[in-house]
């Protein structure tokens, strides 16, 4: 697991590149101007032969009260069209997706990154990274301001914390709910660290990207809902998709809620909450699911 292993540095990287967020398929930018960090989405393997493309995903359910995972793999298609194009299908469909491709260095061919050419003047640019025999669907990050492009989901997270629409705001890479700030730090490949404040005190959230093709990731996620589920916090059945994201609160998150709560005068109406932290996480995996592509 070497090269997987090489996908999820420990180093955090800054955000770099334009603001656009339109779906403009015009000239291709050349790849040596294409961003080169990302954040990975999901993960898997791959089989390249003669133009045949198979991929082979991890698949995670719930049966019995306990998690079920396998592999599965599907048939596809990859052809180069030139030197820096290339023709993916990924349905068995025969539609074919045109990609911009970048080499790995003193790889062959499909080894490299894969932008989708639709998608690059968007802020989160959809792509493939193919590091044979490891395949990993990306989004390569095109912008300086993670949140700017988000402002559609106002509407969610004021329903999440259940207050009114106008008191969530939206900057650069800070989301604000009636003055509690939480703010993007930094990121990894499979992680995100965020700032919680609010009137002078901080605290920190961990925010890590879970993996069906990983067999722990599946029964860290299932986990997760068996805990929410113990807690009363939800009674749907386990989906994958709405626990793939594992949040860490730092200690000291109680006391910024804590202050929170108080300051709102909420103690004194004998409310038991406003924000509280699984509001805060909701909010965040919210994030997370809209950068992996996600409504």
């Known amino acids: 697991m070497k090269k997987l292993l090489a996908l999820l540095p420990a ?5 770099t590149g334009c603001l656009s967020s339109s779906d403009n398929s015009a000239t291709a930018p050349a790849t040596d101007t294409l961003p080169t960090d990302y954040i990975v989405l999901e993960m898997g393997e ?15 359910t719930a049966y019995a009260n306990d998690y079920q995972w396998k592999k599965e793999q599907g048939p596809g298609f990859l052809r180069a069209i030139d030197d820096h194009t290339a023709g993916i299908d990924l349905t068995a469909s025969g539609n074919k997706v045109s990609y911009e ?3 790995l260095a003193g790889e062959p061919f499909p080894n490299g990154s894969f932008y989708k050419s639709s998608s690059l003047k968007n802020s989160l640019i959809e792509g493939i990274i193919l590091e ?3 395949y990993s669907d990306v989004a390569f990050i095109n912008t300086e301001c993670l949140f700017q492009n988000f402002g559609e989901m106002q509407q969610t997270m004021a329903l999440i914390a259940k207050v009114p629409q106008n008191t969530v705001t939206m900057e650069c890479n800070k989301i604000s709910i009636q003055g509690l700030s939480m703010e993007y730090m930094s990121h ?4 995100i660290k965020y700032k919680l404040s609010f009137a002078g005190k901080t605290c920190t959230m961990d925010h890590r990207f879970l993996y069906a093709y990983s067999k722990d990731d599946c029964a860290k996620a299932f986990a997760n809902y068996q805990q929410e589920y113990e807690n009363g916090e939800t009674d749907d059945f386990f989906d994958f998709e709405l626990y793939d994201q594992d949040l860490h609160a730092s200690a000291e998150c109680s006391d910024v809620l804590s202050d929170f709560h108080n300051a709102t005068g909420l103690a004194k109406s004998g409310e038991t909450s406003t924000i509280s932290e699984k509001q805060v996480k909701d909010i965040l995996r919210a994030v997370g ?3 992996r592509g996600r409504k």
């Open 132 to 134: 044979d025999p490891y």
């Open 46 to 60: 791959f089989v390249y032969e003669d133009g045949n493309f198979a991929v082979t995903r991890g698949s995670c």
């Open 11 to 15: 180093a955090t990287f800054a955000l």
């Open 289 to 291: 699911a809209r950068l």
């Open 188 to 191: 990894e490949k499979d992680a």
């Open 101 to 103: 491709y970048k080499a």
